[in-house]
């Protein structure tokens, strides 16, 4: 269960380009969340014109402004901030914008609490999900639990399976020799999950590595008020 946005401008954005950062047939690096969730009224927010700006190029934006997602800038404090910030830990800059991709599930834009099944979702679009996964460039693909449930229940991705083995602390769920599919904590998580989500920040980093780009170590994030106490792979 969803709930559309009711921007126009935002659902024509996401008509244009279903995704945010790179293009996801062309990333090294690619993560697939559940819906792309915005505030109601987020057109009357000052963040607004960096959001349009985002979605417009993702790649340029993280260069021009240093950070990856307009949720990350000084002025933004709601919703969604906590999930980039995870992120952001990570150690992705502006100079491997175009190795990082996300997408999601749903191919436009959700406002509130959502709860998605998969009679959610569009098969055509999942279809060319798999594709982006199977045909694309991406050499790391990742997954929160919750994402893979969906993914499997919805028979569009027959390769996904249980974990088939781990790479250091990521769970493997599919290896072909050309991508690998790691199953991650979701970014949202915080508290007695803080442990393990830096040690897979610090995994996915280096994959960096391996793909021949010169990384720094992990970023030093601020905490800031928690949003979920919940192991949320799922």
Known sequence: MYQPHPSPILKSLFSLKPFQGAEPKSATFLFVGLDANYDEEIELKPIFKDVLSYHENGVKFWNQRGVHHPFLLPQYSGDGHRYHRSFARIGFRPE??????????LDFPTVGRSSLTVQDLDPKYLQHLNSLILEGSAKYIFLSAGVARLMKISKQFPW???????????????????????????????????????????????????????????????????????????
């Open 96 to 105: 491997h914008a175009t190795l990082v991709s996300f997408v999601e599930l």
């Open 160 to 234: 996904l399976r249980a974990v088939t083995g781990s790479a250091g602390i990521l769970p493997v769920i599919h290896s072909d020799g050309l991508r690998t599919v790691y199953l991650h904590l979701h970014f949202s998580n915080y508290g007695k999950f803080q442990k393990q989500m830096d040690l897979e920040a610090d995994a996915i980093r280096s994959l960096l590595f391996k793909s021949g780009v010169e990384v720094a170590g992990r970023a030093n994030v601020e905490e800031n008020s928690p949003i979920t106490d919940q192991p949320n792979r799922l």
